[in-house]
């Protein structure tokens, strides 16, 4: 049996409004009603649930708490103290936990990152995507560049020295020299992490719909990851994961817990969970009702579960597979057989084809995606499905 105890535990908190809808984004955010949206009502509901979902938990602590949108920068800071505050009384938090805040460079006030920061957010999540103006009109984004460089100015005065920027590449009308240029900015302002990932067009989204025109093709697109990964990595970010870049000891502590499948607490409008009970070892995913508006409706947190299920043994190799194969370092065999309870004799059969295909390597009791498993992901994972 799996012993719960000893599996990493974060919370995902979920606010799901932004100013406006970006047409690429198949994230659950939604644009703010023409009467603002509900916070108080929003952050009440919030601490009813994580009350509720404690209750499964055993009382292990907290290593990392990551609000996550949307964009959490619309709340006010007082908000997001409430929440940490609730958060703490009902949970341990370990001495050096994580509190990532996703923020847009185009929703930060003057002096609100002190204000963050004295609510407990220690780290800062924001999402530049491009330092060319021209490129963020085109995504749809309401901020600029120069919102970017005052809003890490504004980091710097409030003392949150670790955030990451988000960058997108292979954008409408860009070649390799743009993509590097936009690196480059970032690497000037000094994060502790960079999250480097590729423009797609995501189903049922505008862009879908309606491509944008001048999109690099593939062979363009991998020409400028190429480039840029290897400016990061000579300026000192590790990749750790397929887009994620950091740091010796920046590595973002919420978003690892979940690729190494570990457990986290998810609240709020169409947050997912993952926790392994104490009593049984079996899994439990939770997902809340998406629409904020259904959300908010929903009087208890059992109404506002839209999914509770438990994971069946046959589906554990495949969702493993589909996080831990998103690391650079890979999983060990032990790794799997803690967090699944499976012996990793059942991987025998998808390890040996992907090694035959070049996709992993194995070094022991290690497993990696090499270079080409990492460029054909999705054909690595996929031999992780059940049959």
């Given at each position: 049996?799996?012993?719960?105890?000893a599996?990493?535990l974060t919370l995902?908190?979920?606010l799901?409004?932004?100013?406006r809808k970006?047409p690429y984004?198949d994230f659950?955010?939604?644009?703010?009603?023409?009467g603002?949206?509900?916070e108080q009502a929003y952050?009440?509901?919030?601490l009813?649930?994580l009350?509720?979902?404690a209750?499964?938990t055993?009382?292990?602590?907290?290593v990392?708490?990551f609000?996550?949108g949307?964009?959490?920068s619309l709340f006010?800071?007082a908000?997001i103290?409430?929440v940490?505050?609730g958060?703490?009384?009902?949970?341990?938090?370990?001495?050096?936990a994580?509190?990532?805040?996703?923020?847009?460079?185009?929703t930060?006030?003057?002096g609100?990152f002190?204000?963050y920061?004295a609510?407990?957010?220690?780290r800062?999540?924001?999402?530049?995507?491009?330092?060319d103006d021209?490129?963020?009109?085109?995504l749809g984004?309401?901020h600029?560049?120069?919102d970017v460089e005052?809003?890490?100015?504004?980091?710097?005065s409030?003392g949150?020295a670790n955030f990451?920027l988000?960058?997108?590449y292979?954008?409408?009308?860009?070649?390799r020299?743009?993509a590097?240029c936009?690196?480059e900015?970032?690497l000037?302002?000094?994060?502790?992490?960079?999250?480097?990932?590729?423009l797609?067009l995501?189903p049922?989204?505008p862009?879908?719909?309606r491509?944008?025109?001048?999109?690099?093709?593939?062979?363009?697109a991998?020409d400028m990851?190429?480039?840029?990964?290897?400016?990061l990595?000579?300026?000192?970010?590790?990749?750790?994961?397929?887009?994620?870049?950091?740091?010796?000891?920046?590595?973002?502590?919420?978003?690892l817990?979940?690729?190494e499948?570990g457990?986290?607490?998810g609240?709020?409008a169409?947050a997912h969970?993952k926790v392994?009970?104490a009593a049984t070892?079996d899994?439990?995913r939770?997902?809340c009702?998406?629409?904020p508006?259904?959300y908010?409706?929903a009087?208890?947190p059992l109404e506002r579960?839209a999914?509770?299920?438990?994971?069946?043994?046959?589906?554990?190799?495949f969702?493993?597979?589909?996080?831990?194969?998103?690391?650079?370092?890979g999983?060990?065999g032990?790794?799997f057989e803690?967090?699944?309870?499976?012996?990793?004799?059942?991987l025998?059969t998808a390890?040996?084809?992907?090694t035959?295909?070049?996709l992993?390597?194995t070094?022991?009791d290690l497993w990696?995606?090499?270079?080409l498993?990492?460029?054909f992901?999705?054909d690595?994972?996929?031999?992780?499905?059940?049959?």
């Amino acid at each position: 049996m799996i012993d719960a105890r000893a599996i990493p535990l974060t919370l995902y908190v979920h606010l799901p409004w932004c100013v406006r809808k970006c047409p690429y984004c198949d994230f659950n955010s939604h644009a703010v009603p023409a009467g603002g949206f509900a916070e108080q009502a929003y952050v009440r509901a919030l601490l009813e649930d994580l009350e509720f979902a404690a209750q499964r938990t055993a009382g292990r602590a907290i290593v990392a708490v990551f609000f996550g949108g949307g964009t959490p920068s619309l709340f006010a800071p007082a908000s997001i103290e409430r929440v940490l505050a609730g958060a703490r009384s009902l949970l341990p938090f370990t001495t050096d936990a994580e509190v990532t805040l996703e923020a847009n460079p185009g929703t930060v006030e003057h002096g609100r990152f002190s204000e963050y920061a004295a609510a407990g957010v220690n780290r800062v999540s924001l999402g530049a995507q491009s330092f060319d103006d021209a490129r963020l009109a085109v995504l749809g984004r309401i901020h600029t560049a120069g919102d970017v460089e005052r809003a890490v100015a504004e980091l710097h005065s409030a003392g949150i020295a670790n955030f990451n920027l988000d960058l997108m590449y292979a954008l409408p009308g860009q070649d390799r020299a743009g993509a590097l240029c936009d690196v480059e900015r970032a690497l000037e302002l000094g994060p502790t992490h960079v999250s480097h990932y590729q423009l797609t067009l995501e189903p049922d989204t505008p862009f879908a719909k309606r491509p944008p025109p001048q999109l690099p093709d593939e062979d363009a697109a991998w020409d400028m990851q190429l480039g840029c990964q290897s400016r990061l990595a000579a300026a000192g970010y590790e990749q750790y994961e397929v887009s994620a870049y950091a740091r010796p000891g920046r590595r973002c502590r919420h978003n690892l817990n979940y690729w190494e499948y570990g457990d986290y607490l998810g609240i709020g409008a169409g947050a997912h969970g993952k926790v392994t009970l104490a009593a049984t070892g079996d899994i439990e995913r939770t997902v809340c009702a998406r629409h904020p508006a259904a959300y908010l409706a929903a009087r208890t947190p059992l109404e506002r579960l839209a999914e509770v299920r438990r994971v069946v043994a046959a589906d554990l190799p495949f969702e493993f597979g589909l996080n831990a194969l998103r690391l650079v370092d890979g999983f060990t065999g032990q790794r799997f057989e803690e967090r699944t309870g499976l012996p990793r004799s059942v991987l025998a059969t998808a390890l040996d084809q992907a090694t035959a295909r070049g996709l992993l390597a194995t070094h022991g009791d290690l497993w990696r995606p090499t270079a080409l498993g990492r460029r054909f992901l999705n054909d690595l994972q996929a031999l992780f499905l059940p049959d």
